[in-house]
C-alpha cells in the first residue's frame, strides 16, 4: 500500500488541524493505521492508531483528548483531527499502516509509512 500524508500548515497554539492520509489499492481495510511525529533532533513518536474497522482507536497520552483519529474505509483514507495544539505538537506527521489485528504504538511494527506532512504550532 501507498501512503500520501496533507493537511499540514502553520497553525497558532490553540488552533486546530486536520491530517490526512490516502491509501492506494484494494486492502486497505485490511491495515490497522497509525500516526506518528517527529520533531527536530528527536526520535519519532507514536500519536494515535486505529483498527480496521475503526472500532477501537489508541492515543498516546500527551495527545488523549485532543486529537482525534478516524478512518474510511470506503475512501481509503484516515484522518487525524488535531485541535487545542500546542508547540510542543510542532513535528513531521507520518501516517502508516501495519498488518496485525491489533492497534500498536510500536512504530517497528508498521510496514508502510507516508511521506510525512509538517505540522508547525506558534505562539
Known amino acids: 500500500v501507498q501512503l500520501q500524508a496533507s493537511g499540514g500548515g502553520l497553525v497558532q497554539a490553540g488552533g486546530s488541524l486536520r491530517l490526512s492520509c490516502a491509501a492506494s489499492?484494494?486492502?486497505?481495510?485490511?491495515?490497522?493505521m497509525g500516526w506518528f511525529r517527529q520533531a527536530p533532533g528527536k526520535e519519532r513518536e507514536f500519536v494515535a492508531a486505529i483498527t480496521r474497522s475503526g472500532g477501537s482507536t489508541l492515543y498516546a497520552d500527551s495527545v488523549k483528548g485532543r486529537f482525534t483519529i478516524s478512518r474510511d474505509n470506503a475512501k481509503n483514507a484516515v484522518y487525524l483531527q488535531m485541535n487545542s495544539l500546542k508547540l510542543e505538537d510542532t513535528a513531521v506527521y507520518y501516517c502508516?499502516?501495519?498488518?496485525?489485528?491489533?492497534?500498536?504504538?510500536?512504530?517497528?511494527?508498521?510496514?508502510?509509512w507516508g511521506q510525512g506532512t509538517q505540522v508547525t504550532v506558534s505562539s
Open positions: 489499492g484494494r486492502t486497505f481495510s485490511t491495515y490497522v
Open positions: 502508516a499502516a501495519e498488518t496485525s489485528l491489533i492497534a500498536t504504538m510500536t512504530a517497528k511494527r508498521y510496514d508502510y
